[in-house]
């Protein structure tokens, strides 16, 4: 079987597997006791935090730990927008979007009058000028992904950090697709909050972190003096290592697995060359997501046929509950109406893949394109 859709989630290292297990072991107490096991514990925790903290070139008081890149983006969203809506109601956001950035976003809007900006996709990209020209007074936060999670497509995040220099609003950058993948450095980038998940690069599901300048945001769960008393719930220390481990794997082998993961996109477009095909992508996209299409070739059926030959790929977000639903983002860049919203395939690539698994995929796709 082959694995190609890394962007939905990655497998665990073996290191990550270890250092997990290792923990199991060795390390149950809880991290806010304060006797010798629950030292021991918030000992670790303590080191895992400065781990992703060297790695994002930032201090460890700046990182928090959550479930996910869907609780860090809630939390920042319902978080800051409610305890600043003094200050202004107006919030934006871009339209290639993950659902766990615009559905927080809806809720403020329907439950607490808030207005919402939804920049649309310009020549086939996000434009750091039509954010400028949405910016109003009251605008209270920018919120934009780093990299997309269906076409690998780069948003302009050095450009927006620069023009919000001159303005009140908070930037919030969703890096879930980005961090352990290319460099992240928030403080270079102006990045005042920054979404991170940890089963996007090798390491366990239902973990996360916040990186946050300043804490500037209302609880979003609240019962306990956890994570600096801004997050209440124990610490989910196991998973943390992991994470720790899988972020500090990949910025150690980061230039590496980039190489590694461009010579695998050029295989596949390579192998394509005598197909009728078309890449749904900017020219400034990570190499990590291909997000492609046959004419005339329906993506649900092609999705089926790869399945049943062993050959794991999307057609968009996982977070549609497995379901083949048109894709919003390929709506926003090419229309409701464009035919690329029923014949686009994701396929996403690790490191961990091979050239010969490419090569596999391709040969199994010529015998049911033919």
Request: hydrophobic residues 40%; proline residues 4%; contains cysteine.
């Given at each position: ?129 039509d954010i400028k020209a949405a910016l109003r007074p009251d605008t209270i936060l920018v919120s934009t992904m780093f990299a997309n999670n269906e076409t690998g497509d780069l948003l302009p995040i050095k450009e927006i950090g620069e023009l919000l220099k ?9 890096a879930v697709q980005a961090v352990g993948k290319v460099p992240v450095y928030p403080e270079e980038l102006g990045i005042d909050f920054l979404s991170a998940s940890a089963h996007k690069f090798h390491g366990p599901k239902g973990v996360g972190f916040l ?32 994470m720790a481990t899988a972020l500090q794997q990949a910025t150690l082998h980061q230039e590496e697995n980039f190489q590694q993961v461009q010579k695998l996109g050029q295989e596949l477009v390579n192998g394509l060359a005598d197909y009728d095909f078309y ?92």
């Amino acid at each position: 079987m082959i694995y190609f859709d890394n962007a939905a989630t990655t497998p665990l290292l073996p290191e990550v597997i270890d250092k997990m297990s290792e923990t199991m072991k060795t390390t149950f107490g809880n991290p806010s006791s304060l006797h010798a096991h629950g030292r021991m514990a918030s000992k670790l925790l303590r080191e895992s935090r400065e781990q992703i903290a060297q790695s994002l070139h930032t201090l460890p008081n700046r990182i928090f730990f959550t479930s996910g890149g869907s609780e860090s983006n809630n939390t920042v969203i319902k978080g800051y927008c409610l305890k600043h809506q003094a200050d202004g109601k107006h919030i934006i956001t871009t339209a290639l979007e993950h659902h766990a950035v615009l559905e927080p976003i809806e809720y403020l809007v329907e439950r607490f009058g808030f207005e919402v900006t939804i920049v649309q996709p310009r020549e086939g990209r996000i434009q750091a000028s039509d954010i400028k020209a949405a910016l109003r007074p009251d605008t209270i936060l920018v919120s934009t992904m780093f990299a997309n999670n269906e076409t690998g497509d780069l948003l302009p995040i050095k450009e927006i950090g620069e023009l919000l220099k001159d303005h009140p609003a908070a930037f919030h950058v969703d890096a879930v697709q980005a961090v352990g993948k290319v460099p992240v450095y928030p403080e270079e980038l102006g990045i005042d909050f920054l979404s991170a998940s940890a089963h996007k690069f090798h390491g366990p599901k239902g973990v996360g972190f916040l990186y946050a300048a300043v804490p500037d945001f209302d609880n979003l769960i609240h019962g306990g003096d956890q994570e600096n008393k801004m997050r209440a719930s124990t610490e989910n220390l196991i998973s943390i290592v992991g994470m720790a481990t899988a972020l500090q794997q990949a910025t150690l082998h980061q230039e590496e697995n980039f190489q590694q993961v461009q010579k695998l996109g050029q295989e596949l477009v390579n192998g394509l060359a005598d197909y009728d095909f078309y890449v749904n992508a900017s020219d400034d996209h990570l190499p990590f997501v291909w997000n492609i299409g046959f004419p005339d070739v329906q993506n649900d059926v092609l999705l089926m046929r790869l399945d049943l030959a062993g050959i794991s790929v999307s057609t968009g977000s996982a977070c549609t509950a497995g379901t083949v639903q048109p894709s919003h983002v390929l709506e926003a860049l090419y229309g409701k109406d464009s035919s690329r919203l029923k014949e686009s395939l994701r396929i996403s690539f690790s490191e961990l893949n091979s050239v010969e698994e490419v090569q596999d995929f391709l040969s199994k796709l010529k015998e049911i394109l033919s």
